[in-house]
């Protein structure tokens, strides 16, 4: 049988504990799992795409050395090129509520008209982390509020001394 490689997309500016969710739970349905960090983001990211990059290794670090085949990576362009160059045929994508569905429908639509041998995969978030967003947990942040049920410690530190909390 073949190796089955998914591709994990996001700009992950920070990535959250429902980012977590979602590649532990694509490791279910991939052998290999390549988390792909967008470093031309038009979002204006708080931090670096290395820094990104770090802080996603850093948090599934404990998943591969249990034998988890994660590769953490930046790319820029189009996704789906991307996810060809890497050997993948499906890109995973976490849905959190209806409203993140119907871009994400749309998406879906254009890349398969590209690339229509990659299938795109939605994972729902679970119960716990439905309403995490990387957005709300910046701003949390820079007011002060407590964010550590949001993101791993790591992650926590490195917002709190970019926003000097």
Known sequence: MAERTGI??????????????????AM????????AVASNDGKGPVF?????????????KDLVAKGARIEVTEFDGL???????????LIVRGLRAVSDFEYEFQM?????????????????????????SSRFVKEICRLGGEINQFVTPAVATRLKAHFGV
């Open 8 to 25: 994990y997309p996001g700009t992950f500016d920070p990535i959250t504990l429902g980012h977590l969710d979602v590649i532990r739970r």
């Open 28 to 35: 279910r349905v991939v052998d290999r799992l390549i988390v």
């Open 48 to 60: 670096s795409v290395d820094e990104r990059v770090a802080m996603v290794r850093e948090d599934v």
């Open 79 to 89: 996704l789906v090129s991307f996810a060809e160059q890497q050997g993948a045929g």
């Open 108 to 132: 879906v639509g254009m890349n398969s008209r590209l690339k229509p041998e990659i299938e795109t995969v939605f994972l729902m978030a679970s119960d716990r982390h439905q309403f995490i």
